[in-house]
Nanobody, 127 residues
Framework: QVQLVESGGGLVQAGGSLRLFCAAS????????MGWFRQAPGKEREFVAA????????DCAESVKGRFTISRDNAKNTVYLHMNSLKPEDTAVYYC????????????????????WGQGIQVTVSS
């Protein structure tokens, strides 16, 4: 079992930057692949970025490629989402998710493949 708590969200102007944090507690976070997802009002939850349990492989959605970066510090049990050049369409509730895995090549992009979720945090980008 792992508990996830997001922080770092808020209101930012278009073109600005934010860094989201996901603190994991409970089981050792290095046994989990981690992902960031987001959900805007009236839309389905969508993939943003994922990172493998070792932190050396990542993937991100085309819509954020070149602007967002996912990273992790297993010693601190924390996953980060660095968001630059933010756009109004990035406005959403952002969720951190975890799935236990023994594979360093498993870091899924599909929400239903994750077992644990944070409560979500609002990111609002004004134009």
């Amino acid at each position: 079992q792992v508990q996830l708590v997001e922080s770092g969200g808020g209101l930012v102007q278009a073109g600005g930057s934010l860094r989201l944090f996901c603190a994991a507690s409970g089981r050792t976070s290095s046994s989990y692949a981690m992902g960031w997802f987001r959900q805007a009002p009236g839309k389905e939850r969508e993939f943003v970025a994922a990172i493998n349990k070792n932190g050396d492989k990542t993937d991100c959605a085309e819509s954020v490629k070149g602007r967002f970066t996912i990273s992790r510090d297993n010693a601190k049990n924390t996953v980060y989402l660095h968001m630059n050049s933010l756009k109004p369409e990035d406005t959403a509730v952002y969720y951190c998710a975890a799935v236990r895995t023994a594979s360093g090549s498993y870091y899924p992009t599909v929400p239903r493949l994750y077992d644990y979720w944070g409560q979500g945090i609002q990111v609002t980008v004004s134009s």
